[in-house]
């Protein structure tokens, strides 16, 4: 089945500054890639995803990035606000479309104001 | 529209007594999931449903555990003869179709004591 590994497991960044995401997943076949936001005793929110037949997508101070060659994705956050605080996660799905989704294990982000 | 509706939001179980979690998708959305999440931890997959029918129940242990979703009503996850092992935050989603990004309930806390 499909694993998805995520890096880092914390990550503190200062306002304003950039902040970066990484995860790797095994199953080439995997096709959709989104991103979710928890923030604490929350649900998961998406926030945007991408299908393998693109290489980035943006939407505003989000973007996520796709190498399928490496088998890795990475989800880039600017002009980071105090808001942005959370645990992110990544997942990948190898079905056809998003019935079975495998998570990563998270990313916890603070913005240090 | 109300978005994904889940209830209880918390459950306190004894060990051995019977666990029901309720989901109603977003009006429109005929494709459910059912995640787990144990505190620290990643999404887990544990079933996909449609109306009436089941489509994948691989993460769903074989034992105790069964979901149903059917023509008239909510979704529902029963948990038999719940042990402390069970104590996780149980989220539901819901999506239109099998392309389209899913929407998270706020998720049922249960708690077995």
């Known amino acids: 089945g499909e694993n998805v590994e995520q890096h880092p497991s914390t990550l503190s960044v200062q306002e304003g500054d950039s902040a970066v995401i990484k995860c790797t997943y095994s199953?080439?076949?995997?096709?959709?890639f989104p991103w979710y936001k928890q923030e604490l005793g929350k649900r998961p929110q998406l926030i945007i995803d991408?299908?393998?037949?693109?290489g980035e997508k943006k939407d505003q101070r989000i973007a996520v990035t796709l190498n399928k060659t490496a088998k890795h994705f990475s989800l880039h956050i600017t002009e980071t606000q105090p808001e942005d605080s959370a645990v992110y996660f990544c997942?990948?799905?190898?079905?056809?479309?998003?019935?079975?989704?495998?998570f990563g294990t998270g990313t916890r982000l603070t913005i240090i104001p | 529209n109300a978005g994904v509706m889940q209830n209880p939001r918390h459950l306190v179980r004894r060990r051995g007594q019977e666990a029901r979690l309720r989901c109603s998708p977003m009006?429109?959305?005929?494709?459910v999931y059912w995640y787990r999440q144990l505190p620290e931890e990643g999404l887990k997959f544990m079933v996909y449903?449609?109306?009436?029918?089941?489509?994948?129940e691989s993460g769903m242990p074989k034992e105790r555990f069964s979901a149903e979703f059917p023509k008239e009503g909510p979704s529902i996850l029963r948990i038999q003869q719940v042990v402390r092992g069970d104590s996780a935050a149980y989220f539901c989603?819901?999506?239109?179709?099998?392309?389209?990004?899913?929407?998270f309930g706020s998720g049922t806390r249960l708690t077995v004591v």
């Open positions: 989603a819901s999506s239109p179709n099998r392309d389209t990004g899913y929407t």
């Open positions: 199953d080439s076949a995997s096709n959709y």
């Open positions: 991408i299908r393998s037949n693109v």
């Open positions: 997942a990948a799905s190898s079905d056809f479309g998003n019935e079975k989704l495998t």
């Open positions: 009006k429109g959305h005929s494709h």
């Open positions: 449903l449609q109306k009436e029918n089941i489509i994948d």
